[in-house]
């Protein structure tokens, strides 16, 4: 009887000692994770404020675009209203046949300025784009775009920004965005 309580005492002391190690290695186990899930964590948040960053400068560069295709726009009106005052007074000075010559010669004027303005509006606004985050987003094919695309019976004859491009029964061309829905191209 006192032999087996020595060996059940030592055998106790023994796993004692072996659960002490276990506990420790898991322990030290989970700090490490704990510190690597923290680290992940930070790396995360650093890429997300890139991204906002990067974000909020694409739109400060677009605003700035628009402001100034709008100044463009505005210089080119009061040029336009420059050269019509100055038609008019031409005008008022001239006889009666003189006259009609500088009416039209207003006309000419006031007709050529308005296609300068269109054409200038035209320009900026194809040079007022998606930012490069919007268009990732729209590129970006879900379940929803690829089954609409199963139902579209047009004619595919293309491909643009790497979706398939479809020609409508009057001609149109257009592709599926990611929302199912047909975004027309010119």
Known sequence: MGLSLLFTLGSLAQETKTTKEVKK???EQAEKNKKEAEKKKK???KKKKAAEKKAAEAKKDQDKKVKEAKE???KAKKETDEKVSKAKKEVKSNSASEQGQTKS???KAKAEAKTATKTKATETKTKVKKTAVEE???LKETAISKAAEKKVKDKVTGEYK????FTGPRGGKYYINKNGNKTYID
């Open 25 to 27: 290695v898991t322990t």
């Open 136 to 138: 990732k987003e729209d």
């Open 43 to 45: 790396a995360a948040e």
């Open 105 to 107: 010669a207003a006309g």
């Open 162 to 165: 790497g979706k398939k491009v």
């Open 72 to 74: 463009e726009i505005s």
